[in-house]
């Protein structure tokens, strides 16, 4: 009877004479306002959408969270274009202004969602985010002592780097990494660029035409070239793990620069993770070397004292068709603890710097001298350097991409020439033939 009154409603005239035909047309309202009602949701029905933000209410709840708190946040959209590709990117700082401290601060680069699949990642951005105004908790910790804690630094998080990737999950690619335009951005930094492994993947590991072909590279390098930070972490997820420099090599920074790292590393794995986190280089822990990194970059080209990789999460029982799975937890439970724990281990990690950059002489803001081995934090001289060093490279990697154009061209134009040749002197030939 109910079924009869809505399609009165819809199809008045397909009702009184028709009744099949009202019957599926009623079937296909249905199912029209289902597919309507299931197209609002960012993910596709096997992602546990509850759990996480689309990247529009995560950035969204980002932006309303710095208006909140003016005193300690500031929030700006970098933005960059490449032959009429877009991207842009949010970096947020903290820097609590109205405390204060004599001593110049300790300045950090976190880096989030550089794969558009590790939607997990961007979920501790944002948690950290509201500790760091006391919003939000974290173990053992209370909200002064994290305060205390934060004081000694400026902070900046980029909580989503790869905003056209994630857009690309959140249609239904749940298993893309890369960004808009099909590139690993995790491969398009200058170090050891382009170089390919036996098993070299082009679906998961294509590096781009050059390096920094990608606008979300060049805005994460001027941001740290400009920000000049004393530490450096991208957060990855897939397996858990705490690297350091190198992943291109089966080898970690010589001296006392790679102890010091690696004892940090070593002690946040103890603390938080009961030892169960792979520690040690990229390439020398996670089974296969990885070219174009930007830790790489961010340590040897940028010099960032302290330059990590933290990966905070992965399944490896789930089904390689399954990528969110593998990625991302998809129980309330191990969702929460593993933000709980890495949120947590960062705060660690903040302490750590205050400990082995605390005795180190910083003079301003620009100008930060380390002790340690050759280790320094670039001045504006050093900036000045880094900056024709990425140039230097970019020319030369041009002036090589021009090589093989200009080198391809002239082979073809020989083989032209040649072909020419050959068929002039064929035609000789058959003329001379026929003359005689």
């Known amino acids: 009877m109910g079924e009869m009154i809505w399609l009165g409603i819809l199809f008045p005239q397909a009702s009184r004479r028709k009744p099949f035909l009202s019957i599926f047309l009623l079937l296909y309202s249905l199912l029209l306002l289902f597919c309507v009602h299931g197209s609002s949701s960012p993910f596709n029905d096997s992602v546990p959408f509850h759990l996480y933000h689309s990247s529009d209410s995560l950035l969204r709840e980002i932006e309303t969270l710095v208006g909140r708190h003016p005193d300690k946040f500031h929030i700006e959209t970098m933005r960059g274009s490449n032959r009429g590709y877009l991207a842009e ?15 110049p601060k300790i300045r950090i680069l976190l880096s989030f969602g550089q794969h558009g699949r590790e939607l ?24 002064q002592s994290i305060e205390n804690i934060l004081d000694n630094f400026i902070i900046k998080v980029v909580p989503m780097e790869n905003l056209n990737g994630r857009k690309l999950v959140e249609a239904g690619d749940s298993c893309d990494r890369r960004n808009g335009r099909g590139v690993d951005l995790n491969r398009n930094w200058s170090v050891d660029w382009g170089k390919k492994e036996k098993d070299y993947d082009p ?24 920000f000049n930070p004393h530490i450096w972490v991208s957060v990855h997820s897939g397996m858990e793990a705490l690297f350091m420099p190198y992943d291109h090599k089966n080898t970690i920074p010589a001296g006392l620069a790679g102890h010091i790292m690696k004892s940090i590393l070593e ?11 792979l520690v040690g280089s ?20 940028a010099k960032v004292p302290m330059a990590f990789t933290f990966e905070i999460y992965g399944d490896a029982s789930a089904s390689q068709k399954d990528c ?6 998809i129980d309330k439970t191990t969702f929460q603890a593993v933000i709980d724990k890495w949120c947590t281990a960062f705060i660690t990690l903040f302490e750590e710097g205050i400990k082995r950059l605390g005795g180190a002489q910083l003079s301003g803001y620009d100008k930060t001298t380390y002790l340690w081995d050759h280790l320094s934090v670039v001045d504006n001289d050093s900036k000045n350097k880094v900056r ?4 230097f490279e970019l020319a030369v990697q041009e002036l090589r991409n021009y090589f093989r154009l200009f080198f391809l061209s002239t082979v073809l134009l020989m083989f032209m020439f040649c072909s020419r040749i050959s068929k002039n002197k064929f035609k000789d030939m058959n003329l001379t033939l026929n003359g005689a």
């Open 282 to 301: 990229g390439g020398g822990s996670v089974g296969y070397l990885a070219h174009g990194t930007t830790t790489d970059y961010m340590y040897d080209i």
């Open 89 to 103: 990117i949010v970096v947020v700082t903290y820097n609590h202004t109205q405390r204060q401290i004599n001593k």
């Open 324 to 329: 969110f799975r593998m990625f991302n937890p």
């Open 388 to 391: 024709n060093r990425d140039v």
């Open 120 to 143: 997990i990642t961007t979920e501790v951005a944002l948690q950290l985010l509201h500790i760091f105004v006391g919003e939000r908790s974290v173990p053992y910790l209370d909200s």
């Open 203 to 226: 679906y998961e590991e294509y590096p781009g035409s050059a390096p920094f072909s990608e606008p979300e590279a060049q805005i994460m390098r001027k941001l740290a070239v400009s």
């Open 267 to 277: 002690n946040l794995n103890l603390r938080h993770f009961q030892r169960k986190c």
